[in-house]
Structure formats: C-alpha cells, structure tokens
C-alpha cells in the first residue's frame, strides 16, 4: 500500500516524514506546539501526529454529529485550541489539542478558511449583503465585523468568492483566491495596505471586466487562481495557479526586505518546523518524488 511522505526542502538530501498509511490526502496541515495535524477531507477525519509523523490520536468520520464532518477543508491553532472549518456543514468544529471534542459553531455563510487568534475567530466566509470576505467572531461565535471586499457584481460571482487568510505577528494577510494583490490588515480588520504580486495583472479589478454572457470570460478567470498559503520565518508564500500560462508558481514575499521571489512550475508547499515541505506519495516504500529542483521542468 502506498503512504503519504513529507519531504523537507532543506537544500540537501530530503528528510523523510512518513504519514499515516490510510490517510488518502491533505486537505491542510498545521505544524503546532511540535506536532503535525492533517485533514484528510476525503475520510473527513482530524489526524494528530509527533514530529515524526508518528500517528498519536485521529478524530473525525463523515457525519453530522458532534466531531464529525462532512467536508474539512481548513485546519488552525491557537494555544490547546484547534480548530477545523467545514464548507459543507458550514461549522467551525473546536478540538482541544488532544483532539477531544469541545464545541461546534455554525456559521451562517459558507466558511473557506480560517486563522485564530488568542482572543478571535477571523472566517473566509463570504457575506453577500456587504459583500465582505472575511468575517471575525469572537471565540464564543459572536460575529464583529467583516472586511474585506469580495468580487462584483455579487450575484454573477458567488463561486468565485473564497480565499486564504493568515496571522503572522500583529497583521492578518487575505488573498482572494482569484486576485494577485495581497491585502494587510490590522487585528481589527482595518486595511492597513495591499500588496502586488510583480508581473501578474489583477484580472477582475483590472484590465477584465465581468462580462456575465461570455462564458470564456469565467474560464479564464477560473484558470488563474491562489492554490496555498503559508509562512516560514518572515517569508509569506503564494502558491498561484495559471493553468494558461506556464503552471503553478510559487511566489515568496520578505516581509522585513518588502521584496519577492518566484520559483516556478512548483508543486504546492506547506510549513513545518519553520521549513518547506511538499506532500508526495511513495509505491512500495520507494521514493518516487524528489524534493522539487526548479531547474527541472
């Protein structure tokens, strides 16, 4: 049976982490207070892990009941907190770091993402009534504020409206899924400036227009997209799609030179121990992957 391998991008010979056998895929990772938590959306199950990939504790099966899901797609931590969003459910279902179930929030838009704080919930969820993106609660789900402004015209784009957010130090980042600026606001939801990805146009709130008739125009938007977000160090990574160009890129951006790089044709990067890592998939115990060369096409 083929497992799941983790593989450091250290710059030398790739350490292994190898994953439990049945986990199918990765719907996020979160590295915290030394462990390793996955979601395997597919088995709509919560994975613990020692850094090793050892598996300690699981939680989940598909369901509606307490601890159960019907599709995890995001994953965050804050202290013994853990919490995992489930767009179809629309719940943000909270685990103690145990993975000992604590409560279950419903929320009243679909949620994408999410990123906590000690004292709030900051939600990818969609409102349509102020078109906002991102929406904060307190822990006990009791909604503050939303910001962030979604695509328009609102009626035209309600597939498109989604996204990744992340804390990192006293500033909340936001990426729409289908922009390439990055949005920087305070804990309070204020803006505080947006960010522009060199080299990449910003389609819906540039040069293209919504043209809700043509349906090349929703092809071409849907084939340039945000795949993954996370951060190392003071280094946030994009992983942005553009199937009609060259592939996926990974574009990295210093926060402390204000400067970016880019690698391309780069598979979709995650954090762990303040490092890179890519998921991969053995056969037989065999390495079949590498850690990604982006000399190599």
């Not at 729409?176 to 804990?187: G, I, K, Q």
């Not at 293209?208 to 996370?230: I, M």
């Not at 942005?240 to 044709?265: I, K, V």
Request: one cysteine or more; hydrophobic letters at 40%.
């Amino acid at each position: 049976m083929s497992s799941l391998v983790l593989f450091l991008l250290l710059g030398v010979d790739p350490v292994r982490i190898n994953l439990p056998e049945d986990l199918v895929g990765v719907s996020d990772m979160v590295s915290h207070n030394g462990f390793i938590f996955l979601i395997d959306s597919r088995n709509a199950t919560l994975f613990k892990c020692n850094g090793s990939g050892e598996e300690l504790a699981r939680v989940g099966r598909r369901g509606n009941g307490p601890g159960e899901f019907q599709r995890p797609v995001a994953l965050a931590a804050s202290g013994q907190m853990l919490v995992v969003c489930d767009d179809v459910a629309r719940t943000l279902t909270v685990f103690d770091q145990n993975l000992n179930y604590q409560v279950r929030h419903l929320s009243p838009y679909m949620p994408r993402d999410l990123a906590i704080s000690k004292d709030s919930f900051y939600l990818v969820s969609h409102n349509p009534q102020t078109n906002t993106m991102v929406q904060k609660y307190s822990h006990e789900m009791v909604w503050e504020k939303g910001f962030a402004l979604g695509l328009q015209p609102v009626d035209k784009m309600v597939s498109f409206q989604t996204g990744k957010v992340l804390l990192h130090g006293d500033l909340l980042y936001f990426m729409h899924t289908f922009r390439s600026v990055l949005e920087v606001f305070d804990p309070s939801g204020n803006l505080v400036k947006t960010i522009s990805i060199p080299g990449l146009e910003d389609p819906l709130f540039g040069t293209l227009k919504p043209r809700p008739d043509d349906s090349s125009w929703y092809k071409e938007v849907g084939q340039r997209a945000v795949g993954g977000v996370c951060t190392t160090g003071n280094t946030i990574h994009l992983l942005y799609l553009d199937t009609a160009q060259s592939g996926p890129n990974r574009y990295s951006f210093d926060l402390q030179t204000n400067l970016w790089s880019m690698a391309e044709n780069t598979p979709r990067v995650y954090a762990l121990k303040d490092q890179l890592v890519i998921l991969n998939r053995t056969e037989n115990d065999r390495l079949v992957f590498k850690t990604f060369d982006s000399s190599e096409k």
